[in-house]
T-cell receptor
Framework: GENVEQHPSTLSVQEGDSAVIKCTYS??????FPWYKQELGKRPQLIID?????GEKKDQRIAVTLNKTAKHFSLHITETQPEDSAVYFC???????????FGKGTRLSVIA | NAGVTQTPKFQVLKTGQSMTLQCAQD?????MYWYRQDPGMGLRLIYY???????DKGEVPNGYNVSRLNKREFSLRLESAAPSQTSVYFC??????????????FGDGTRLSIL
């Protein structure tokens, strides 16, 4: 089955710097890659997603890139702010009746 | 719209007790999921229901049972609670299972402690 590896597990950046979180997946048939943000004590919330027919997607300060050949995708957050501090999860999905497979998460701390 | 509603929000059980966690969604989604989240462990899938009338095991199903009561509701039952089941439980739903049809929407979670 699909396996998703996420790195790093923790990341600290200065406010205003950029943060990058990387995920790799094992199944070349995977075609959907969402990212979730989970603030402390809250539920995971979808922040951005990308489908396999697209190489990059942006939404204000966040962007996701996908490299299907290398089977990896990344979340980029620019001009980080303290409210970006949270745990971020990547996930991957293949078609058919198979649920999302989540990475183990990255704890991002933005230091003011 | 409330989205995904979980009850209760908090619960303390004694070892061996049973309980059912309730989940309901009002987005007319076909698929529903139960996850557990332990510190530093990420989200682990317990069971899911791709459509009304079907349920399937996830990564960590032992010690749990589920019921897809109707399209809106998906319950998780602990028959004989054990301390290892102390966790935060999240219910989620999506339009369908598989491919790009499944941005998942999560409930607020149930914090369960078993003494």
């Amino acid at each position: 089955g699909e396996n998703v590896e996420q790195h790093p597990s923790t990341l600290s950046v200065q406010e205003g710097d950029s943060a990058v979180i990387k995920c790799t997946y094992s199944d070349s048939a995977s075609n959907y890659f969402p990212w979730y943000k989970q603030e402390l004590g809250k539920r995971p919330q979808l922040i951005i997603d990308i489908r396999s027919n697209v190489g990059e997607k942006k939404d204000q300060r966040i962007a996701v890139t996908l490299n299907k050949t290398a089977k990896h995708f990344s979340l980029h957050i620019t001009e980080t702010q303290p409210e970006d501090s949270a745990v971020y999860f990547c996930a991957a999905s293949i078609s058919g009746n198979t649920p999302l497979v989540f990475g183990k998460g990255t704890r991002l701390s933005v230091i003011a | 719209n409330a989205g995904v509603t979980q009850t209760p929000k908090f619960q303390v059980l004694k070892t061996g007790q049973s309980m059912t966690l309730q989940c309901a969604q009002d987005m007319n989604h076909n698929s529903m999921y139960w996850y557990r989240q332990d510190p530093g462990m990420g989200l682990r899938l317990i069971y899911y229901s791709a459509s009304e009338g079907t349920t399937d095991k996830g990564e960590v199903p032992n010690g749990y049972n589920v019921s897809r009561l109707n399209k809106r509701e998906f319950s998780l039952r602990l028959e004989s609670a054990a301390p290892s089941q102390t966790s935060v439980y999240f219910c989620a739903s999506s339009e369908r299972t598989g491919g790009s049809n499944q941005p998942q929407h999560f409930g607020d979670g149930t914090r369960l402690s078993i003494l």
